[in-house]
């Protein structure tokens, strides 16, 4: 039998950690022997253990390992990290290690450094002459670059639940449930927004065109006129039928205010992709006067960042729009690390692709009247994420309602 001993240390019972480790070892046939455990008793204490795992080949206890390092298990007797260049171009070591989303730290040269741009399913990369370590996608490695192969001198740091937990951002969950009481929810939502914009901190709003054809898209406007909002992620969809309504009060040929369908209005959207690109862009459209109103337009007129990423299936697509989805990506990524929290509505694509780029340290919303959106992030990795099953056209107007609750007061 090969053995290798392993720590856990935090809130390791209340997080589920410990269980969760008992879960791994057994399930991949190994089995382990407990050398200490020992258990925090008041609320601010954190509770250690050391395990024996054992495994009848290396390749199922290096199999065992990687898996608990990525629900921040520790080995004992951690050493430094070891590096492999990279044979190409977009090419790793076999044995490189696949980050999570956590924050991680790698051992190098007898200093623990931060590894910085965390995201999951992509590899370390050490800068040795800067002794940096990097987290860096599959398409950006080149060749030479020297990549953290294995687990040993990786360390994986998880969100905590602690204990007295009082409200749904203290520790972020993605339980999903249609029949959650929405405005307890609302108010903890409204809470945290103001909390993190009270500390300077930055908001991304991902969106779905559920958001224009509900009429929802006056309250999206509103929050980013009044600085809600630092970057917006979305598709062509969200922002053509935006423009849309801005220019012929429908979308998807539906009166957004009477519900009613209009005459030819299954060609609205079309003719406001034509409008854009006759004015040469959104932002062309909006000095040149033929925008004005929308999602869109408060994004221009507040100098607020937006990335509008392709799809294969997109009409136009609006000239904003980004088709290389690896350049989108990358366009992405220039804001992903410097926010604090993050709304994902009625887009289940676009929710799944940021949420994977997402440090877990961001609160993050989910809002979507499909469950299987949320559930198919928490199914990806990114189970910090609290998720509301909800109309959208219901969810956005109570939450702005919320937010400006003191004024009315």
Same mark, same amino acid.
């Given at each position: 039998?090969?053995?290798?001993?392993?720590?856990?240390?935090? !809130?390791?019972?209340?997080?589920?950690?410990?269980?969760? +480790?008992?879960? &791994?070892?057994?399930?991949?046939?190994?089995?382990?022997?407990?050398?200490?455990?020992?258990?925090?008793?008041?609320?601010?204490?954190?509770? %250690?253990?050391?395990? &024996?795992?054992?495994?009848?080949?290396?390749?199922?206890? *290096?199999?065992?390992?990687?898996?608990?390092?990525?629900?921040?298990?520790?080995?004992?007797?951690?050493?430094?990290?070891?590096?492999?260049?990279?044979?190409?171009? !977009?090419?790793?070591?076999?044995?490189?290690?696949?980050?999570?989303?956590?924050?991680?730290?790698?051992?190098?040269?007898?200093?623990?450094?931060?590894?910085?741009?965390?995201?999951?399913?992509?590899?370390?990369?050490?800068?040795?002459?800067?002794? $940096?370590?990097?987290?860096?996608?599959?398409?950006?490695?080149?060749?030479?670059?020297?990549?953290?192969?294995?687990?040993?001198?990786?360390?994986?740091?998880?969100?905590?639940?602690?204990?007295?937990?009082?409200?749904?951002?203290?520790?972020? *969950?993605?339980?999903?449930?249609?029949?959650?009481?929405?405005?307890?929810?609302?108010?903890?939502?409204?809470?945290?927004?103001?909390?993190?914009?009270?500390?300077?901190?930055?908001?991304?709003?991902?969106?779905?065109?559920?958001?224009?054809?509900?009429?929802?898209?006056?309250?999206?406007?509103?929050?980013?006129?009044?600085?809600?909002?630092?970057?917006?992620?979305?598709?062509?969809?969200?922002?053509?039928?935006?423009?849309?309504?801005?220019?012929?009060?429908?979308?998807?040929?539906?009166?957004?205010?009477?519900?009613?369908?209009?005459?030819?209005?299954?060609?609205?959207?079309?003719?406001?992709? *034509? +409008?854009?690109?006759?004015?040469?862009?959104?932002?062309?459209?909006?000095?040149?006067?033929?925008?004005?109103?929308?999602?869109?337009?408060?994004?221009?007129?507040?100098?607020?960042?937006?990335?509008?990423?392709?799809?294969? %299936?997109?009409?136009?697509?609006?000239?904003?729009?980004?088709?290389?989805?690896?350049?989108?990506?990358? $366009?992405?990524?220039?804001?992903?690390?410097?926010?604090?929290?993050?709304?994902?509505?009625?887009?289940?694509? !676009?929710?799944?692709?940021?949420?994977?780029?997402?440090?877990?340290?961001?609160?993050?919303?989910?809002?979507?009247?499909?469950?299987?959106?949320?559930?198919?992030?928490?199914?990806?990795?990114?189970?910090?994420?609290?998720?509301?099953?909800?109309?959208?056209?219901?969810?956005?107007?109570?939450?702005?309602?919320?937010?400006?609750?003191?004024?009315?007061?």
């Amino acid at each position: 039998m090969f053995k290798r001993e392993i720590e856990l240390s935090g !809130h390791i019972i209340d997080s589920n950690i410990l269980p969760k +480790t008992f879960d &791994i070892i057994m399930d991949r046939g190994g089995d382990f022997d407990t050398v200490d455990i020992q258990v925090g008793k008041n609320k601010t204490d954190i509770s %250690r253990a050391k395990l &024996i795992v054992y495994a009848e080949s290396i390749e199922k206890l *290096n199999q065992i390992l990687d898996e608990l390092s990525a629900i921040g298990v520790s080995i004992a007797g951690i050493e430094e990290v070891n590096l492999e260049e990279s044979p190409a171009d !977009h090419v790793l070591p076999e044995r490189f290690y696949s980050t999570t989303h956590h924050t991680t730290h790698v051992l190098y040269k007898g200093n623990w450094l931060v590894v910085k741009d965390i995201e999951m399913d992509c590899a370390i990369v050490i800068d040795e002459e800067k002794e $940096e370590a990097y987290c860096r996608p599959l398409g950006a490695i080149k060749k030479g670059d020297k990549i953290v192969v294995g687990i040993e001198g990786v360390k994986v740091s998880t969100p905590e639940k602690p204990r007295g937990k009082t409200n749904n951002f203290e520790f972020m *969950n993605s339980e999903v449930s249609s029949e959650k009481p929405l405005m307890s929810i609302v108010e903890d939502i409204a809470d945290e927004v103001k909390k993190v914009k009270a500390r300077g901190g930055k908001i991304a709003f991902v969106g779905g065109p559920a958001i224009d054809h509900t009429g929802a898209n006056k309250v999206v406007a509103k929050l980013i006129k009044e600085g809600y909002i630092d970057v917006l992620f979305a598709g062509n969809a969200l922002a053509t039928h935006d423009i849309e309504i801005a220019l012929y009060g429908t979308s998807l040929g539906i009166d957004v205010e009477t519900g009613e369908i209009v005459t030819n209005g299954h060609s609205h959207h079309m003719r406001a992709i *034509n +409008t854009i690109n006759r004015s040469g862009s959104i932002k062309e459209a909006v000095e040149d006067g033929t925008l004005k109103s929308g999602i869109m337009y408060e994004l221009i007129k507040n100098d607020v960042p937006y990335v509008l990423a392709g799809s294969i %299936r997109d009409d136009g697509p609006l000239p904003d729009v980004i088709t290389d989805s690896q350049e989108a990506q990358n $366009e992405m990524r220039k804001y992903v690390q410097k926010i604090d929290m993050v709304f994902m509505v009625a887009t289940m694509l !676009h929710s799944i692709a940021v949420g994977n780029m997402l440090p877990s340290r961001v609160s993050s919303v989910c809002v979507d009247v499909n469950p299987s959106t949320v559930t198919k992030l928490a199914d990806r990795g990114s189970a910090q994420v609290l998720g509301v099953v909800t109309d959208v056209g219901a969810f956005l107007p109570v939450l702005y309602d919320e937010l400006h609750k003191d004024d009315e007061d």
